[in-house]
């Protein structure tokens, strides 16, 4: 679990800083652009930056530098980093180590899940757009992957195609994930749009809950979702988009898992794959955690079977966010270490598991709303 | 903290009256129990009073409401996603259809060494060389197969026994492979053989040339060799040699199967799917018997009753899910054809259960004379003296000639479920298909009479079997849904 | 034992069933019955023949009348679902708006 926040020690600062989104470096490297040179506490400052960065003490600094807390030691080259204007607070927006990185696009949202672990707020918060396109600029040359998130993403259409024009003109093979709730590409213009950006590599994650409106509507509390879901994932199918659907598995999708596989099977084969999720119980599952909350290991069946449908319909299927003690074994091999590093981690009892490096752990935001039978898994003679 | 709720579940339920039926037929399948299809063959198990409340507005079962919404049998007045759904699934079934003509029959010769209790082909002594298809006729024969437009092409020799001029057989494949450079298409080779005359000779250009195996193993050893008869009474024996031959040179996969019911094969089900068990042989085509040829001519050779047949694929059926669960992964190649077009949206593209017919755009037969026919049976009827579905000779005719012939269109347009008295309202349609060269044989029209129809009766006893074996067997169900990807 | 031939005869009410439902129901029943409809003032008089001796006179008229009840079941619902089995196959046979996605799905 890495902390990506940190108020910073602003007593050097002799004014605004000339830019709030910077890459940090190691001394010696680079010097053009919005650079911050990482220091090392009692490591020489090579003079030329915009920015400075250390956990130590910020004395003899040739230019802007901020003390920043101890949570971000774990700082290193590439990080992309935000720091206001007034140096205050220094975030982590892309981690150069990570396996997954995520660009928050929004915080509004047209739906407003029982389960949703960012809810919405509704405030401009278009900056996050401008500030999501500096981040892309300064991506290290070997970053491969991003996702986009919110919030609804496609909210803002023209915020969002001009994003993704970006992209491609500035890192034309990143492989980008977009997870929206697909209502917008109902409209076959925006859809066109997306399509004509010409990104190699994208794909949309679009959340489906039951095979029918009424109760996917209620899952997503939006009338007429499902209608509007469906129809932007056939847009989007019909002008070759890849789409991947989202099902994240909570009370009310777990007696319907099979039928929504036998829906997707027959209805949307063409879809590129299908993640069955576990619930993060953060955000407004946690008020509403006896409507959501199931745990794991009394599950399984129906998982299971919703694993056999797909699978047996050649459609790619993984689970994401499972820990493998409480997933039956038959279907660890869909299994993704799927939670980001910054909020993963694993109990006590963990040490003594077997397949601890193969699991992805569990969601530090849940809090202690886990299942009830976490165990570490024995080793096993045959294995 | 309360839950934070904006839309109350009560909200998205449908509340009475608050739906609207789309398009759906239904077969009642015990007393109390229907089955309800859609346009697709999606179909939903409902008790009658179920239904009457669905069609009166008056349900509550929200249950079973959702179930219906689901699978496209309701919808709420106003929607388009449902309908522009069914219209994707109903393209994609129909996709193949342009696609003609898949299989492509050759009749290498029609001579034979056994004489089959129920066999189609006039029965002619190994000697006669005149019955045998010239390489001329098979070149010409070639260019017409070519002609169509399908992507895949499979060459099926049979004969008679297709062995009996092998080397014709290696001409043609030697041939098509060379003519293929200029179309692309996807070729596939199998010799429908009775393996008696197998060689290391056959069995390493099979080898080569990526050839497939086709035979007849119509059970144990006294059941097929009453039913085939050999000088030397041995076909059991040169069958099972050949498909352990087959399967050791080639693999497992390279020979498949195929039994042919008789009067003798009732009651001994069970005994024939484990000869095929026993012989590793992982697909079983548990098959009616056709009324042409000796068949026919034969006073009480083949014809039994359709429900006695039922009972026979009954326990034939019951005893290859019983392997299944032991284990032995063995498919029902009838069933499994059936789950594709229940369960799926694609085409199994078995000729004898399409719509339209699979007579000439599914697979044409091109005789050892040149003669072209809509089908094998087609064929077996014209020996007989009745050659309504000659379609015209390689020499003579062009593909045009063939393909728009009188002769073929005819009996396709009058092969559509969609457009057949009592097709048109049954349950199953989308599972079935036409058989006009059955029925003009049985009942004098391309159409026939569905309720007097063995096709239709032996049809839909098969699809209620299977349709209750799913509604109250999961594993069958499983079974089904892996057969439907077969 | 008395072979004689058994006429069994069933009257519809024409304000409850169409013609069109009896005669399906005959046609359905061909293997069992031959049928013969008369048409009165307000009812249809039918007469069955069945064709063999095995099924009693009461199994008959009850799979009779049980076939005319589906067939108007049969027609009802047809006639509510015809505009929609209409669109149906006029988008499928449309050159547009739909996924061409065939590719994908094999």
Not at chain 1, 114 to 131: A, N, Y
Not at chain 1, 321 to 348: E, F, M, T
Not at chain 2, 388 to 398: E, Y
């Amino acid at each position: 679990m890495l902390k990506l926040t940190s108020r910073a020690d602003t007593s050097l600062l002799s004014g605004p800083l000339a830019d709030d989104v910077w890459r940090v470096c190691l001394p010696g490297h680079e010097t053009d652009g919005p650079v911050a040179c990482l220091l090392q506490p009692g490591q020489a400052p090579p003079p030329g930056y915009g920015l400075y960065l250390t956990v130590g003490s910020v004395a003899g600094i040739p230019g802007p530098a901020l003390k920043v807390g101890r949570e971000l030691e774990h700082l290193g080259a590439g990080d992309i980093i935000h720091v206001p204007g007034d140096g205050r607070r220094v975030t982590v927006l892309w981690k150069h180590s990570a396996r997954h990185n995520a660009l928050l696009l929004t915080e509004q949202c047209d739906n407003y899940c029982l389960m949703c672990s960012q809810p919405p707020k509704d405030r401009d918060d278009s900056w996050l757009f401008d500030r999501a396109k500096k981040v892309v600029s300064l991506l290290p040359a070997d970053a491969r992957a991003l996702s986009f998130t919110g919030g609804e993403p496609t909210l803002n259409a023209d915020a969002f195609i001009s994003l993704l024009e970006h992209c491609e003109r500035v890192r034309p093979g990143l492989s980008v994930h977009v997870l929206s709730n697909g209502r917008r590409f109902a409209d076959p213009r925006f859809t066109r749009r997306y399509a004509t950006v010409g990104l190699a590599d994208i794909m949309v994650g679009i959340p489906v809950y039951a095979p029918e409106p009424g109760l996917h509507d209620f899952i997503v509390q939006a009338s007429g979702a499902f209608d509007e879901t469906v129809h932007g994932i056939l847009n989007l199918a019909s002008l070759g988009q890849a789409v991947e659907i989202r099902v994240v598995i909570q009370r009310h999708t777990v007696p319907v898992l099979a039928r929504l596989a036998e829906f997707i099977a027959r209805n949307l084969p063409f879809v590129t794959q299908v993640a069955l999720m576990g619930l993060e119980m953060t955000g407004l599952a946690r008020p509403n955690s006896t409507l959501v909350w199931s745990d794991p290991a009394d599950y399984q069946p129906e998982l299971a079977e919703a694993v056999d449908i797909l699978t047996t319909a050649g459609i790619a299927t993984r689970i994401y966010n499972h820990q493998l003690c409480v997933l039956d074994r038959r279907l660890w091999p869909y299994a993704v270490r799927s939670i980001s590093d910054w909020k993963n981690d694993y109990l006590d009892i963990c040490r003594s598991c077997a397949v601890r490096d193969a699991c992805g752990g569990v969601f530090t935001t849940s809090g202690n709303r886990l299942s009830q039978h976490l165990r570490p898994v024995p080793v096993q003679a045959d294995q | 903290m309360s839950s934070m709720i904006k839309l109350e579940r009560s909200a998205t339920m449908l509340a009475p009256h608050d739906w609207q039926l789309l398009p759906m037929r239904f077969h009642r399948l015990d007393p109390d129990s229907m089955v309800l299809t859609n346009l697709v063959g999606e179909h939903e198990f409902v008790t009658s009073g179920e239904l009457h409340d669905v069609m009166d507005g008056t349900c509550r079962d929200q249950e079973l409401l959702a179930r219906l919404r689901a699978a496209h049998l309701i919808q709420v007045p106003g929607e388009t996603l449902p309908a522009e759904l069914l219209a994707i699934k109903l393209r994609t079934r129909m996709r193949r259809l342009p696609d003609s003509t898949g299989l492509h029959i050759f009749v290498v010769s029609l001579r034979c060494e056994h004489t089959c209790r129920y066999c189609q082909v006039s029965r002619q002594s190994s000697a006669k060389q005149e019955f045998d298809m010239t390489e001329e006729t098979a070149g010409r024969s070639l260019e017409l197969a070519f002609r169509s437009p399908s992507p895949h092409m499979k060459i099926e020799f049979q004969g008679g026994e297709p062995l009996l001029n092998f080397p014709l057989i290696r001409w043609i494949t030697a041939e098509a492979k060379r003519m293929n450079s200029g179309y692309g298409k996807d070729l596939a080779f199998v010799i429908a053989t009775n393996l008696a005359l197998l060689d290391d000779e056959i069995l390493d250009f099979c080898a080569a040339e990526d050839v497939h195996i086709s035979t007849s193993l119509d059970g144990p050893r006294d059941l097929h060799n009453g039913n085939r008869r050999r000088p030397g009474q041995d076909s059991w024996q040169q069958a099972v040699a050949g498909i352990e031959r087959v399967q050791a040179r080639l693999g497992p996969d390279r020979v498949s199967a195929l039994m042919t019911t008789t009067e003798a094969s009732l009651g001994r089900a069970a005994e024939v799917i484990d000869t095929y068990a026993d012989l590793g042989l992982r697909a079983v085509f548990l098959r009616p018997i056709s009324p042409y040829g000796f068949a026919l001519r034969r006073r009480g050779g083949a014809n039994y009753d359709v429900d006695r047949w039922l009972e026979f694929y009954t326990t034939g059926l019951d005893r290859i899910v019983e392997l299944n669960r032991r284990g032995l992964p063995m498919v029902e190649v009838y069933a499994s054809i059936i789950a594709t077009k229940m369960l799926t949206n694609s085409d199994p593209g078995y000729v004898d259960l399409t719509s339209p017919a699979g007579i000439g755009i599914g697979a044409l037969v091109y005789n050892y004379d040149g003669d072209i026919y809509a089908s094998d049976e087609g064929r077996m009827l014209a020996e007989m003296g009745d050659h309504t579905f000659r379609l015209g000779n390689v020499h003579d005719s062009s593909y045009a000639d063939v393909m728009l012939s009188e002769a073929l269109l005819n009996p396709l347009s009058q092969s559509l479920t969609l457009s057949a008295p009592m097709c048109t309202t049954c349950a199953f349609e989308p599972y079935c298909g036409a058989d006009p060269v059955f029925h003009h044989a049985t009942a004098g029209d391309f159409t026939g009479h569905k309720a007097l129809s063995a096709f239709c009766r032996r049809n839909m006893g098969v699809f209620t079997l299977l349709l209750r074996r799913m509604r109250d067997d999961p594993y069958f169900r499983d079974l089904m849904r892996r057969w439907a990807q077969c | 034992m008395n072979q004689a031939k058994r006429e069994l005869t069933l009257t519809f009410d024409r304000a409850a069933v169409d013609l069109d439902a009896l005669q399906r129901s005959a046609y359905a029943m061909a293997a069992d019955v031959t049928v013969d409809i008369r048409v009165l003032s307000t009812e249809y008089v039918c007469t069955l023949f069945p064709r063999g001796h095995e099924a009693s006179a009461d199994e008959i008229q009850h799979r009779f009348r049980s076939e005319v009840n589906d067939q108007i079941l049969r027609a009802r619902i047809a006639k509510e679902t015809e505009p929609l089995r209409n669109l149906v196959f006029a988008l499928a046979f449309s050159q547009t708006g739909l996924v061409e996605a065939e590719g994908e799905a094999g």
